[in-house]
Nanobody, 122 residues
Framework: QVQLVESGGGLVQAGGSLRLSCAAS????????MAWFRQAPGKEREFVAT????????TYADSVKGRFTISRDNTKNTLYLQMDSLRPEDTAVYYC???????????????WGQGTQVTVSS
């Protein structure tokens, strides 16, 4: 298990950018695959992006491909999500998660942060 704390959310206009961070505790951070999920009001939590422990392999949801970039710094135990060309439909609470392998499924991840709100105005 690892403890995760997200930051960097906020209010931004459509077309703008935000960078989310997720700070992780524990000495085994680099062994975990990491992911970002999001949940809009009244909707189920959905996959956004995942990255392997080494950072060499990434996967994105079609809805964010080409606009969002997931990355990690294993020396700082930190996960990032650079979000560009934001749209109102990106509005949601964004969660980071840690798991033993990269997956698009929430059930695959054993540790979750508390979430950070991202609001995109039109």
């Amino acid at each position: 298990q690892v403890q995760l704390v997200e930051s960097g959310g906020g209010l931004v206009q459509a077309g703008g950018s935000l960078r989310l961070s997720c700070a992780a505790s524990g000495r085994t951070y680099s062994s975990y695959a990491m992911a970002w999920f999001r949940q809009a009001p009244g909707k189920e939590r959905e996959f956004v992006a995942t990255i392997s422990g080494s950072g060499h392999t990434t996967t994105y949801a079609d809805s964010v491909k080409g606009r969002f970039t997931i990355s990690r710094d294993n020396t700082k135990n930190t996960l990032y999500l650079q979000m560009d060309s934001l749209r109102p439909e990106d509005t949601a609470v964004y969660y980071c998660a840690a798991g033993n392998y990269a997956s698009l499924l929430t059930i695959s991840y054993h540790s979750w942060g508390q979430g950070t709100q991202v609001t995109v105005s039109s």
